[in-house]
Each structure stands twice: as C-alpha cells, then as structure tokens.
C-alpha cells in the first residue's frame, strides 16, 4: 500500500511531503529546500513530485493521500468537531472565539450522533491548494484528514520502535490547542489532555523572541543569548505570568509591556547587553518548569518515563537536555523534524497504522531528501566557470580529514538530504573543533552573529568521554554539557555556559560522516568535528549540486566536496593548502 502525506495550511510554515510504501518511510522533503525560500508555506508540489519519484510511482499507484490538517470550518474534518466542550466554552468566556461557534458545535454534534456526515465548506486558504493538487493530478486517491497534534504524536511516537510511551506535543497553535499530552502503546495513540490556543508556551517564546528583536524564526537565537544571562532578575516576573490558575499546568497571562519590565523591547541595532540577556535566560527557564510540568502528568497518565516529544517548541533542545537532566524522564525521543515540516510523516504514519502497514521501528537516520550522483555533479560543475575540480583517487574521507586537520572550512554535499532544520553530515560545514578561531570565521562565514554557538559531531563510542550525555542524540536535538576536562580541546563546539548539542555518529546512520570523523580521530586524537548547516544566513540548507557551488562561492568556504568531487575556486587552484598533493586525481579542470 502506497500513502502519500502532504503538510499546508492556514499559518503553516515548512510545508512538506512525505511517502510510505508497504509500510517503510521512502522519502520526506520540505518545499523550501526546493524554492530556496526558508520556512516557505507555499502548498508543496515540487515536495510531493520528488516523494512520488523517489517511490517510482505515479499518483494513479497511490492508495490515499493523508493529511495532517482539518480543512473544513465544519463537518467531521474540522477542528470544530474534535474540540471538547469545556475548552470551546473556555474560549468563549475568555472572548478567544465566537457565539457562532457554539451554536455550530451544538447541530454539528447532533448531525454527527444522527449519522449524518458532511462538510460545509473548506476554509478557502486550504482550497487553494487542493484546487493546485487537483490541476496537477486530475485522478486523486481517497484522502484521510488527521489533527495537527495527533500528527505531531504519531511522528515522534511511531519512529521509537517502542511499544509503550507517554506523548507530549507543544506547539505555538495547532488548530484550536497549543499543549496536548498522549498515551502511546502500539499501533495506538490515545489522548489524554489538551490546553487550548490561547494558553501556549509556544507563544511564550514568540513573544519574547520578538521583544529580543530576533524576529520570526529567532527562537534559536533567544535559546542562544540565554546562557549569557542571570535568570534570577525575572524570576518572580516569569511565576506570576505562568501561574496556574485554570489550567493543570500553567496559564500564560500574556507579554509584559516595556513599562512593566522597565526597559523597551530591542531592536536589531541595540547592543545586546543587560538587561536582554537576563530576560532570555528567564524565559528559557520558565520555559523548561513549565514544560516539566506537562511532561510529568503525561508520565503519570500514561504509565511511562519513556517520553516522546513533538511540535515546534521541541526544537529547544537546551529544553530537551534539561529534561533529561533533571529525571523526570527515563529516556526521550525528538523526531529529526519535529515543527510543522514533520506533520507529514507522522499523517502518513496514522494512515499507515490504520490499515495495518505500520510496525513499530526506530527511525536510524533522518537522510529522506534528494541524492544527486557524479554525472549530475560534473555537470554542475561544468557550468562553473570559477571552480577547479578533482574526483579523489582514494576514500575521500581521508583528504578531507587531512584538509579539516590543517585547518580548513569545508562545504559537503553529497549523498540524500537530510530531513528537518538539522545539517547532519550529508549538507553540512564542517571544521576543526580544536581551534577557537574557527568559531567566529564559520559565523562570518554564515552571516551568523558571532556570540551564537556551533555544534560538535562526535563518534557515539567516544560521545560520554566528552559530553553528560545520558542517551543518543543522532538528529542534534539535545543539550549537553561538555566536560571540564575536555573543553580546552574542542573550544570551537563549547558554549558560553559550558554546553554544547552534540550529535552522536554510528556507521549504520551514516558510513560516510563517521568514517571521516574516525580519520580526524586518527590524524588528531579527537573523534570531533564542527558541524554546522550548509548554507548563509537566511536561506535554506543547499539541495541540489547547483545550490552548493553558489553557497560555496558566496560564502567563501576553503574547500567543497560536492559527492566524490574535490572542488576549490580557480584563483586558488594552485595553492599548496587547498587539499595534500596525493589527494586527488583523475580529473582536473
């Protein structure tokens, strides 16, 4: 059985595809690695046309096409339809929704217990799109509507391999809710509770993300500046505006006005000094007791210490690296794209599950995107006028870890893309760990702001002589502090506070990435690189041959492997640094 899934809304961003066949995940993509817009919401046709070709198949062969989304403003494929009383009228006390509403919620219900099943009308942002899936694919299959948090659940929760776990998912808003707790145990996942739109931590971190002058997008920035600050400062602040008061966890009352914190918000030209710091620290602490408090009541309700997280907010991975610090959690599990870019697998792993396709197996690797072999890369470069390139006589692995070692910034693209925000070897810069320096010329390199971290990759068998890490962290979504002992050889990974987010590297996840770190390990005793994503500051991770070359030469990386390619600009041709004598051959241009 064949399901394609599809993620576009009304506020999505990250739109995406993804495709099951007989049961295994084939291919996931986001439309933005396409269109070379970052977050793009345009409804994903180039996504579901790549995830069509990458299964072999035409839409004709697809058997349903899921949705991780409720179209309809009402019917039973509306978000109408699932939301509980109390929560709807909640909403309407507090003026977040309307009398109509209600009145809507009442007859549907009672058409819905008559048996009577239809939909009124699709929310016109959404029929857009499916009039675009239409015009390109005449002769659709059936199609399965899912709810964003549910999606979000199944996503993290069916690529575990485990049979039993407690669920939360956090998002800014996802339909009516933004908070919701689950109980997964099979081909199951069961709901347990749910906090509405309103009441989100998602916001939270929106809100003080924009009074930092970070903008759409910057949440990892704030994650970022808050270890330069003292959380203390707003402690008390963060208490009364997460107090609990009608919800089980916490209620957030809404953003402070400049007056009430004493200082305005900030704007790009500000300097970022006190007291914007101390206000990322604090929302981010505030932040990690409040989610605590979620999690703990979906471990007590669900019966597991094994916790699956999903939406956005799990992106935070200081967050996910306090979880596991603190116990409350045995062990957690965060899906590679845990925002909206993911609702598309976990869609297709619900339609999956319902007809019986679906087994529970851990996902190993997050490499779902577009590969490109040698004839597509030459002929990239044969386009390039300012590029010189070799093919490697030998494992490529090895010169470049040569070239890594002598201190050079490397651009690599080879082999399938990774799926989600996270660069995991396959479109990645790489560098040398050991060097201090190397931090702030990746940043500038990048268009990043120097004070930002960069992560390091590591061979899981040598990950605990480094890092506190209590588990795995193969997709880079954990934070972890690096130990005193070792910071002094690996400062270029080390953050402000001693943390780094580590990504652990197995050969089964990726033969050619752990090699590599092994003949760094060999050259120079630590099996450690600097990984950060292959692109600039505002645009998406390179995909195809041609969007690495031009990241290559916009940025001014040392070095491009591009597949099995050795590339370096014509000008620098000759320079003895670019890679060791004996390290390509073959072809030169």
């Not at 694919?137 to 999606?151: A, D, G, I, K």
């Not at 039993?164 to 099979?186: K, P």
């Not at 600050?229 to 400049?258: K, Q, T, V």
Request: glycine share 8%.
């Amino acid at each position: 059985m064949n399901i394609l899934s599809f993620e576009y809304g009304i506020g999505c961003h990250d739109t995406s595809a993804a495709i099951i066949c007989d049961g295994v995940l084939v291919a996931a993509v986001e439309e933005e690695r396409f269109t070379r817009r970052k977050h793009d919401s345009a409804f994903p046709s180039r996504s579901i046309e790549f995830c069509l070709r990458q299964a072999g198949l035409s839409m004709e062969h697809v058997d349903f096409i899921a949705f991780p989304e409720k179209p309809y403003r009402s019917g039973p494929h509306s978000y109408l339809a699932g939301i509980d009383w109390h929560l709807l009228r909640r909403l309407h006390a507090q003026r977040k929704t309307r009398f109509r509403n209600l009145v809507h919620k009442r007859i549907l219900d009672a058409l819905l217990r008559a048996g009577i099943h239809f939909n009124w009308q699709m929310f016109p942002e959404l029929a857009a799109g499916f009039a675009e899936l239409r015009r390109l694919y005449p002769v659709l299959p059936p199609m399965r509507f899912y709810e964003h948090h549910h999606s979000h659940a199944a996503a993290s929760f069916f690529t575990t391999g485990l049979d039993r776990a407690a669920i939360v998912t956090l998002d800014y808003r996802g339909g009516f809710y933004s908070t919701m707790t689950w109980a997964g145990q099979g081909n199951r996942i069961t709901r347990l509770r749910a906090e509405t739109f309103q009441n989100s931590l998602g916001e939270l971190y929106w809100d003080a993300t924009h009074f930092l002058g970070f903008g759409n997008f910057g949440e990892g920035k704030t994650m970022g500046l808050a270890p330069y600050g003292d959380p203390s400062r707003f402690e008390a602040l963060f208490a009364s505006i997460l107090e609990r008061r009608n919800s089980a966890w916490f209620d957030y009352r809404g953003w402070p006005s400049g007056h009430a914190l004493g200082f305005p918000p900030r704007t790009d030209q500000s300097p970022l000094v006190a007291p914007y710091p101390d206000l990322a620290a604090a929302v981010q602490a505030a932040l990690e007791a409040a989610e605590q408090k979620v999690i703990r009541s979906a471990i007590e309700e669900a019966g597991s210490r094994t916790v699956c997280l999903g939406g956005g907010v799990a992106l935070n991975c200081s967050a996910n690296g306090a979880l596991l610090e603190s116990g409350l959690a045995h062990s957690a599990w965060v899906f590679p794209a845990v925002s909206d870019a993911g609702l598309s697998v976990g869609a297709a792993l619900l339609c999956a599950a319902e007809c019986g396709e679906w087994h529970p197996a851990r996902l190993e690797h997050a490499y779902w995107g577009p590969e490109f072999g040698p004839k597509e890369c030459e002929a990239a470069l044969l386009r390039e006028p300012r590029a010189t390139f070799q093919l490697a006589a030998g494992p490529v692995e090895e010169h470049l870890a040569e070239a890594l070692a002598n201190g050079q910034i490397v651009g690599v693209c080879r082999g399938r893309m990774e799926f989600g925000p996270r660069a995991l070897g396959n479109r990645s810069i790489l560098a040398d760990p050991r060097r201090l320096e190397v931090r702030d010329r990746v940043n500038r390199l990048k268009g990043r702001e120097l004070w930002r971290p960069l992560a390091p990759a590591v061979l899981a068998e040598h990950a605990s002589e480094f890092f506190s890490l209590r588990q795995s962290s193969p997709f880079m979504l954990f934070r972890a502090q690096v130990h005193t002992a070792k910071r002094a050889a690996i400062p270029a990974v080390v953050h402000v506070d001693g943390s780094a987010r580590p990504q652990t590297i197995t050969r089964l996840q990726n033969s050619f990435f752990y090699d590599l770190i092994s003949a760094f390990f060999r050259l120079t005793g630590i099996p450690v690189l600097l990984n950060t994503s292959f692109n600039v500051a505002g645009e998406p991770i390179v995909c195809t041959p041609e969007d690495a070359i031009k990241t290559f030469f916009a940025s001014g990386l040392d070095l491009l492997v591009l597949g099995d390619f050795i590339v370096t600009r014509r000008s620098t041709a000759e320079n003895a640094q670019a890679l060791p004598d004996a390290a390509c051959s073959v072809t030169s241009r």
